[in-house]
């Protein structure tokens, strides 16, 4: 669909140039014309190659791995647009890096999400559109409006596509994850189960104690992030232990960092399922068992309607 008579102006930085175009041909709107790129010592260099004046723009722009050059780009990109006179700038940011850093873990610890979310702020963005952000209160970090998205009605198509829900619990691999794992059981109508991971005393291993049946079931694990992989390969593990037949997992952002993809070929996790908001590597592509699936239609139609002034949230009803 083109949106608002073609006048939204879509500018992508380097971090997921896939998802980028692919957005761009939901929304039948070619990418603007834009340099990105570096000078000798690296800095980076942004030219905008067509007319903003007074356009609705939108900066496509992961804040993925090298997660400090793509931040750097989604801020000079939005400079570049203040400058040029855009009437309004939305940041589409489908992974938001330092989102982990939401709260100070000890004394003299900084909250980086919050420094994040007011560099862009200040670098000129009006908007924020996201997804699947780590903790939900991050939105109150930007003092522009925020609209998070949620990937679980594309997951939700996919299991439901895919799997005997009869046989399915979903599990959260963390008390913290319990809240977006719950939405997607009941999208499901799947009873919910909850790995408790322990420490009982320092230097001893961790205790993974399961909450909730799995015993003959297919586990679906539901997690934002997947990073090392450890959290999803110990979790398959300890339901394998308790008796369920399968694990699955399916996680929004496939961070994928070292030995990621490697750990969890060779794990017991008979598939992983993540989306493209995280441009995957050619070794995510050729995993025997991760899957990738798109997310340009869900963020497409998410700019659509806020270049209209739609609904947002009503993609989720
Ligand atoms: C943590 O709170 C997140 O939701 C993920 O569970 C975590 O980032 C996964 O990390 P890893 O894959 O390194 O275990």
């Known amino acids: 669909m083109a949106a608002n008579n073609g006048a939204i102006k879509l500018v992508a930085g380097n971090s997921n140039p896939q998802l980028a175009q692919g957005i761009a041909d939901y929304l039948k709107t070619p990418l603007t014309k834009a340099q990105v790129r570096r000078f000798a010592d690296m800095e980076i260099f942004v030219e905008i ?7 609705d723009t939108f900066v496509i722009q992961s804040t993925s791995f090298p997660t400090n050059d793509h931040l750097m780009e989604l801020l000079i990109i939005t400079d570049a647009l203040r400058r040029s006179s855009a009437s309004r700038i939305t940041a589409v940011i489908p992974y938001f890096g330092y ?19 007011n560099l862009i702020t200040h670098a000129g963005a009006n908007r924020v559109l996201t997804l699947d952000l780590h903790a939900g209160q991050i939105q109150g970090f930007f003092d522009i ?6 990937a679980s009605p594309e997951m939700t198509r996919d299991i439901k596509e895919r799997f005997d829900l009869s046989k399915v619990a979903v599990v959260s691999p963390d008390v913290g994850g319990v809240v977006r794992a719950r939405g997607l059981a009941k999208r499901i109508n799947a009873p919910l189960a909850i790995i408790d991971k322990r420490r009982e005393r320092a230097g001893e291993s ?20 997947v990073d090392s992989g450890g959290t999803l390969v110990n979790a398959a593990d300890a339901l394998l232990k308790e008796g369920a037949t399968e694990v699955y997992a399916y996680i929004t952002h496939g961070v994928l960092s070292g030995q990621a993809v490697a750990r969890i070929t060779a ?3 008979k598939e992983l399922v993540i989306t493209d908001s995280i441009q995957p590597t050619e070794a995510v592509r050729a995993a025997r068992n991760i899957r990738v699936l798109p997310i340009a239609t869900l ?3 998410a700019i659509a309607r806020t270049a209209k002034e739609e ?5 989720f009803d």
């Open 206 to 225: 961790e205790v993974m104690n399961v909450i909730g049946e799995v015993g003959g079931h297919v586990c679906i694990l539901v997690d934002d992030i």
């Open 99 to 117: 989102a982990r850093q939401d709260r100070k873990p000890g004394p003299r610890t900084p909250i980086s999400a919050k420094l994040v979310a």
């Open 267 to 269: 794990s017991r996790l």
């Open 299 to 301: 963020i497409g139609e």
């Open 49 to 55: 190659q067509e007319n903003v004046r007074g356009a």
């Open 145 to 150: 409006p925020t609209d998070n998205l949620f």
């Open 311 to 315: 609904s947002v949230s009503s993609l």
